[in-house]
């Protein structure tokens, strides 16, 4: 059997249905029209489906939105997860309100907080601990916390990044640069690498599931190795370096999207 049948007989058949939530005028959540294959449509819904997407972002109100959005933006500004006190001064929220915002988010999986409670160490794509993903930003460099989170960053900021990880099976560095404001893939090696997106979800916290089956592999061939030795018959998607984009681009774009003008 070749690699490519393997991955297609483990591959769950994607749902028909595609969710998709309106996050201000304009924005829609996914962006559906960034995905131009199956098999990233697949991958989508499929992780959607485990991150449970439709409840986590169901009644978000304006001042949790207002305090996501400024979790993500001042990330890349900062270089690590904003304090509180910093929230306050950009939101103009007093601590306390934000205090009680960032809880909201985190019980929506939007944002991690340490064990005890108060500090913010992630918001979806980044994480303050190190991770064997890293997106750089010119001088900046922040760790993304999976393969997809990594791809999709550039698109969400509207910049170009370069991401370095390696093969989760034997370690060689694998290096993607993005072009045209993080919407399109440059040159990446090596060649023959490709992304999984393994589906598993658990404790509320796709940090702690679902991030740590999507990876990069130097090839289709150590994708296998990996799945036989650590993840026997786990469900997922073998995605081309592409196609991982196109997954990335559809969740991470509208997040930080403004809404549209003309609406
Ligand atoms: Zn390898």
Redesign the pocket.
């Known amino acids: 059997m070749t690699a490519a049948e393997t991955f297609e007989t483990a591959a769950p058949a994607a749902p028909g249905r595609r969710l998709e939530i309106s996050l201000r005028p304009g924005v829609a959540f996914p962006d559906w029209p960034a995905i131009t294959s199956e098999p990233a449509a697949g991958a989508l819904v499929a992780i959607l489906e485990a991150f449970g997407a439709e409840t986590r972002w169901s009644g978000l109100g304006d001042g949790e939105d207002r305090v996501r959005r400024a979790i993500l933006e001042t990330y890349p500004r900062i270089g690590h997860a904003p304090s509180i006190d910093e929230l306050a001064l950009t939101t103009g929220f007093a601590p306390g309100q934000v205090r009680g915002l960032v809880a909201k988010l985190a019980t929506r999986d939007m944002v991690i907080l340490d064990r005890d409670g108060a500090t913010i160490t992630g918001a979806y794509p980044f994480v303050d601990r190190d991770t064997e993903h890293r997106v750089h930003l010119g001088e900046t460099v922040l760790n993304a916390m999976c393969a997809i989170d990594a791809l999709g960053t550039g698109a969400m900021l509207g910049i170009d990044v370069i991401v370095e990880s390696s093969?989760r099976?034997?370690?060689?560095p694998i290096r993607v640069q993005m072009r045209e404001k993080g919407a399109a893939l440059g040159d990446y090696a090596p060649t023959d690498a490709v992304v999984w997106t393994g589906i598993q979800y658990a404790n509320s916290c796709a940090a702690d599931s679902l991030c740590t089956v999507m990876a990069f592999?130097?090839?289709d061939q150590?994708l296998v190795t990996w799945r036989d030795a650590k993840h026997p018959g786990g469900k997922g998607f073998r995605l081309s370096m592409d196609q991982g984009l196109q997954v990335g681009k559809a969740i991470f774009t509208p997040l930080l999207a403004a809404a549209s003008a003309n609406l």
């Open positions: 093969c099976s034997c370690g060689t592999f130097c090839s150590h």
